[in-house]
């Protein structure tokens, strides 16, 4: 059976992206090799020609190194299976494919709508770089009643993240897409949270999907890029292409081979950190020191009817809110052992943030509680271990 026949992601994703066969000697390589190189060389002008001809007809043809050679192509293939898209960027890091991702379609004088509980720095574009180019950029509500209100004739993108950064909030995406395609917007998705594994914007009827592969893709915390991903849409991969380029965005062969070598295990990793994850949310929804916990995975979460409908697994990351003051919750964090202190997540280690009230009191999601507010990644230690490490920070917390 050859894995294109697989329906199964943890079949296609080891056979997928491989070295071809040599024609000669009919061997080849198991793990794709690092092609590093800036530029390629041709045997003849009319090879070169020929090359870019092809490239001209829409084939991964390249010409010069920027947009990289069979292991980029590899990994691009990847991710198109993932996401299952037509055509992907590979950029160098989330935040440039959230960048490139909305730059993409507009220009002067338009507008963009943004899910109020959206990756926090992509308000550092807004004010860094759209509001200069004249792209006006307002945050909405994500529900269908409050995107309808904010679309106005100059509105050309609805953006998205589902779930939502730090609080983890399940949007209806296939409703908010409805909403927006009765305007004619390119809608754009956030799916670092599935990374392709737990969910799948496109499917749900998005048009692209741009990841931060810097989290689970890459899956080892040792390197930096990210994805945008485009359905099967002529105008829109030709959009990316077109922005891309002149953006100059590089990435290197070595971290491409690292992200293909983590891809390889990501369904298993990802599959386990989300059932640490809902141990871990389990674990905290029954003490008494935690008001609330934020996990699609969860029943008691909003969400999980919308994640039940539309997620094909989970992931390590949840939120909870303490019963507890702030010096508290911050002797509670500095008392566990497991997770380290630090943003990003995604990787085979625990990681901790203690969550500033600013970064959430801009989302409408959030009921604005003044109880401190932790978000925790479960990585891939043993679960009982984890929740000792809890129990004895939340003992800790408490001591006057
Ligand atoms: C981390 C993250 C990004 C940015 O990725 P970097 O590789 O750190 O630039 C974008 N979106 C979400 C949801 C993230 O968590």
Redesign the pocket.
């Known amino acids: 059976m050859s894995q294109s026949s697989s329906r199964h992601l943890d079949t296609k994703l080891a056979h997928l992206g491989l070295a071809e066969f040599d024609p000669q000697t009919g061997a080849a390589p198991v793990a794709m090799p690092a092609m590093r190189s800036s530029t390629v060389r041709f045997r003849s002008l009319e090879d070169l020609d020929r090359a870019q001809a092809a490239q001209a007809a829409g084939e991964r043809r390249p010409a010069y190194g920027r947009g990289g050679l069979d292991t980029h192509a590899a990994l691009e293939q990847v991710f198109c299976e993932l996401e299952q898209g037509q055509y992907c960027a590979l950029v160098p890091?989330?935040?440039?494919?959230?960048a490139l991702g909305i730059t993409a379609f507009v220009q002067h004088g338009d507008h963009v709508l943004v899910t109020d509980s959206a990756?926090a720095?992509v308000r550092l574009y807004d004010s860094g770089l759209a509001k200069r180019l004249g792209i006006e950029i307002t945050y909405v509500a994500p529900d269908v009643a409050s995107v309808r209100a904010a679309i106005r004739p100059n509105t050309k993108v609805l953006y998205m993240?589902s779930p939502g950064?730090l609080l983890m909030q399940m949007l209806d995406v296939p409703a908010l897409v409805a909403v927006a395609k009765e305007h004619n917007l390119v809608t754009v998705a956030?799916n670092?949270?599935g990374s392709g594994y737990a969910y799948r914007p496109l499917d749900l009827g998005v048009d692209v999907s741009?990841i931060?592969?810097?989290?689970y893709v890459a899956g080892h915390s040792d390197l930096?890029?990210?994805a945008v991903v485009v359905g099967d849409h002529a105008a829109l991969i030709s959009a990316v292409k077109r922005t891309n380029y002149a953006l100059g965005y590089s990435v290197s062969a070595d971290d491409v081979w690292l992200a293909l070598r983590g891809v390889r295990t990501l369904s298993i990793r990802m599959r386990e950190s989300a059932a640490n994850g809902l141990k871990l949310a389990e674990f905290l929804s029954a003490q008494a020191e935690v008001e609330r916990v934020f996990h699609p995975a969860l029943p008691s979460d909003p969400g999980h009817a919308l994640w039940k409908r539309d997620a094909t697994g989970s992931n390590g990351m949840l939120a909870f809110s303490l019963n507890l003051s702030a010096e508290q919750a911050r002797r509670f964090v500095n008392a566990l052992t497991l997770f380290g202190i630090g943003y990003?997540?995604g990787g085979f280690e625990s990681l901790v943030q203690y969550v500033e009230p600013e970064l959430v009191n801009t989302h409408s999601y959030w009921n604005h509680s003044t109880k401190p507010l932790i978000r925790l990644h479960a990585g891939l230690e043993h679960p009982d271990d984890l929740i000792a490490d809890l129990t004895h920070a939340l003992a800790i917390a408490k001591t006057a």
Not at 93 to 98: E, H, I, P, R, T
Not at 212 to 215: D, M, N, R, V
Request: no cysteine; charged share 15%.
């Open positions: 890091s989330g935040m440039a494919a959230v990756y720095p993240e950064s956030d670092t949270w741009v931060a592969a810097t989290k930096m890029m990210g990003s997540w």
